[in-house]
């Protein structure tokens, strides 16, 4: 959801927000009032404050089962480190968590669903055939394979 839930965000600083506007001139009850809105931007000792209910109200209940473990390693961290630094970790820990499940779901995907000749679908992996530069030993690469062995997606391997 947006941060104004759809609503044009409006700004409540005025004309006074920009300094140029400022030079210009205010009138005593413009300064009063930037004045104000000033010392209503200094936040109190204690902000922000978390109240849990409010975010209990907020998120659903697969979102807090799911952020459950990095939550618990937030909250032994904080002590230790900080609020600021802990955060940094439970960040990068569950970013390093999902690129290493990405990684062990197309491993997974490359070795159990290849493209042979028993199934129509999966993607096809080739290999190229060895860079033999003149001087090197085999240097007129010949491949091994015989004409049937083109195309044949590992039907000639099958114990059938």
């Given at each position: 959801m947006?941060?104004?839930?759809?609503v044009?965000?409006?700004?409540?600083a005025?004309?006074?927000?920009s300094?140029?506007?400022?030079?210009?001139?205010?009138?005593?009850v413009?300064?009063a009032?930037?004045?104000?809105?000033?010392?209503?931007?200094v936040?109190a000792?204690?902000?922000?404050?978390?109240?849990?209910?409010?975010w209990r109200?907020?998120?659903?209940?697969?979102?807090r089962?799911?952020?459950?473990?990095?939550?618990?390693l937030?909250?032994?961290?904080t002590?230790?480190?900080?609020a600021?630094?802990?955060?940094?970790?439970r960040y990068?820990?569950?970013?390093?968590?999902?690129?290493?499940?990405?990684?062990?779901?197309?491993?997974?995907?490359?070795?159990?669903?290849?493209?042979?000749?028993?199934?129509?679908?999966?993607?096809?992996?080739?290999k190229?055939?060895?860079?033999?530069l003149p001087?090197?030993?085999?240097?007129?690469?010949?491949?091994?394979?015989?004409a049937?062995?083109?195309?044949?997606?590992?039907?000639?391997?099958?114990?059938?």
């Amino acid at each position: 959801m947006a941060q104004t839930a759809g609503v044009k965000p409006m700004a409540i600083a005025g004309r006074v927000a920009s300094e140029r506007e400022r030079c210009l001139g205010m009138t005593d009850v413009e300064r009063a009032w930037r004045k104000q809105w000033l010392k209503d931007q200094v936040l109190a000792p204690n902000e922000p404050v978390h109240v849990e209910e409010y975010w209990r109200e907020r998120t659903n209940i697969f979102r807090r089962i799911y952020r459950m473990p990095l939550d618990k390693l937030y909250s032994a961290l904080t002590p230790v480190l900080g609020a600021s630094r802990a955060a940094d970790y439970r960040y990068i820990t569950g970013k390093l968590g999902l690129i290493g499940f990405g990684i062990l779901c197309t491993h997974y995907y490359f070795k159990y669903n290849g493209n042979d000749w028993t199934k129509k679908g999966g993607w096809r992996v080739h290999k190229s055939k060895p860079l033999v530069l003149p001087g090197q030993p085999g240097f007129p690469f010949r491949s091994q394979h015989k004409a049937d062995d083109y195309a044949s997606q590992g039907f000639k391997k099958s114990p059938i």
